[in-house]
């Protein structure tokens, strides 16, 4: 599979309210506590009505696999996924400068960096807060259908502007 | 314990220092948190009789079990002193993102006493609690300090809880506001930090919270999850939201217009939920864990008020609308977002605005009083200027910042028979003259004119009871809903959602995220425990029966026309009113629970503030 076909958590600015679910779900699931600084998505609000949530798009040539001092990050060819090696990483926080969009953090107990692995580690592999968000704001997909969908709306946009103008 | 943080921080404002205490398990059962805590605390932290804006009059800001957790709209957190309004409870509710800050930060409870030397703000930040130089913030709109506060503490995530000129100013209807659109609005407790010099209350808050039944929480959660994203008993707040009420309430001929004067507006169409929604609504947003969001954020999208934006639920809509009679929304979402930005209450400012444009019509107060403005109903840029007077206390808006109550009786000539308020606290948006089990409601509400401590209008709008009509029976009704919206506001919920919870569920709830036994049962009790609670805090303060009033309006003039054209409350069913409900409570004639009703809810420590014995004067305090 190319990476373009890797499948990340990606949020719809139209549709995210701002709720933080996802946050409080992420959390919990990974360490059944509430606290948004264990959180892989976080949640960014700006006055007045913009929110997104941000966590990892398993970009291609990760700025994050890049900056490691210590070759701690690495980048699973199937899943694309950034493993952790929890023994090499020390917590500099290199990768956490490098994320263009501030979805790598340190793990408040363990010190090491925290990056979201769309859940892999559950059995049914169902990111949580795709699953939980009441918005359905958050999906799984990758950059081929957002490039689709991308595609499909201006070329809406397009047939819509059309269709006034010959009925108006 | 789980849940709970687990302590209550105790801040000296003069001079910063700060000591904790534990919360027992013990008062965590028997009070639950918001409300009854808030009480509680308030009833063993204050001088009894004290002037509200006495350094003396403790300010406390309280969250509940829930919040921190994803138990859904579990964001709230709630604040409490002596009502500068009223002279009674002061108690007010908001939701958005601090009040699960706050937990995280370590705090059930935190109560601040004493008044800063200079302007300060509080940053909670964990363990680390200090006053900080608020010097150049004073001054400053809700929204620059919030900003500035973030800028200078260099953290975004910080959560801030703020006056704005009206706290400063100390407008009796003056609110506290976080997250720029999030308000404890009523009973004017943003006075109080200004007579406080407290600017802000800045919190960080970096620990964890855990629940007691991680699994059972999840399980439970997915259930109320689904039912408040997509079930029906919430779908009003997901979809237009509480405007929705205008055209419900207008074809009842219960939508107070022009002062109490009218009960149907001929333009509510255009200030309907429907037109609101059509032509302002630009996004619907939602606070901290709320699967619901019911927050639509307006924004005005031409005129010399383009770009302005607001977030519009029904009550401000219908103060600084129907009630001023205007029916131009964009002066409605300029003056809200006004409001926001001073800092003051927008549903009082409407209806303080209300009273002066009848003031201003009857020829009471003229032009030079207001400082040129043509103070009609209708003129809706009247509202907006007039919104600003009464924040910065300039011309008449200085008079009309001491709230309808007080400006009346200084007005005088007739004025008081049109102030619209209970206890000093201005009235909302459902006129009570053909809703009689909530003119019941509003005139025994703890915390003056209030549809939010009991939401009796529900009986009388659904057809239940006959709401023309009183009857025994309503006092039991109002007595349930207010023992129920007491647990409401102690676990502290979000009222959106009332019609998923009975007090089973909320014990349920209240097991899995504090692993405290409780049953249905318990919960019930602990409702009413704590209204009556307020009640003693309120007897306490001075509180009498003729304190359970009705605003003159609503008892002396009849609804002029619509379906409910005729109806008023007289003295004479008030008082039937009033002893059904009393009699239902347990309490004398004179609203005074009595020694066996305290006694059966465990508040016999309180019996002398409510019995009194000559011998014996002093009250339990901490």
Known sequence: ?168 | MHGYAGRILYVDLPTGATRTEPLSEGFAKKYIGGSGFGIKMLLDNQEPGIDPFDPANPLIYIVGPLAGTMAPTSGKFSAFAKSPESNFLGEGYSTGYFGAELKRAGYDIVVMKGRCEKPSYLFIDDDSVQLMDASHLWGKTTWETEALIREDLGDYYIRVAVIGQGGENLVRIASIINDRNRAIGRTGLGAIMGAKNLKAVAVRGTHDITVADPDGLKEHCLELYEEMSHGSKTVKYRTLGTPANVLTLNAAAALPTRNYQSATFEGAERVSGEYLNEHFVVKIQGCSACPMRCSHICVIPEGPWKGTAARIPYEPLMALGPFCGNDRLEGVIKAKELCDRYGIDAIGTGIIIGFAMECFEKGLIDKKDTGGIDLRFGNYEAIVEMTEKIALRQDVGDLLAEGVKRASEKIGRGSEEFASHIKGVETTGYDLRGLKTCALGYAVSRRGADHQRHGSYGHDLSGEVDRFKVEKGRGKLVMEDEDNYSIFDSLILCKFNRRLWDYDRMARIYREVTGIPMTGEEMHKAGERITNLARIYNIREGLTRKDDHLPPRVMKLPIPSGVAKGSFVSQKELDFLLDDYYEARGWTKEGVPTQEKLKELGLDAYMRIVHKKPEKKEVTRR
């Open chain 1, 1 to 168: 599979m190319s990476k373009a076909g890797h499948k990340f958590v990606s949020a719809d600015p139209d549709k995210c309210v701002g709720c933080r679910i996802c946050e409080y779900v992420c959390a919990f699931e990974n360490d059944k506590v509430f606290n948004p600084l264990r959180s892989r998505i976080r949640v960014v609000r700006i006055y007045p009505t913009i929110n997104l949530s941000l966590t990892c798009r398993l970009c291609e040539d990760p700025p994050c696999v890049v900056a490691c001092p210590r070759d701690a990050l690495t980048q699973s060819e199937e899943t694309g996924i950034i493993n952790v090696d929890e023994d090499k990483c020390n917590g500099c926080g290199w990768c956490v400068e490098a994320c263009d969009f501030g979805a790598i953090s340190i793990h408040p107990d363990e010190k090491v960096a925290m990056v979201c692995d769309l859940c892999s580690h559950r059995p049914d592999k169902k990111p949580q807060c795709v699953e939980w968000c009441p918005e359905e704001a958050l999906e799984l997909t990758n950059r081929d259908i957002l490039a689709q969908r991308g595609r499909l709306d201006s070329v809406q946009k397009l047939l819509k502007a059309a269709l006034e103008k010959e009925i108006f």
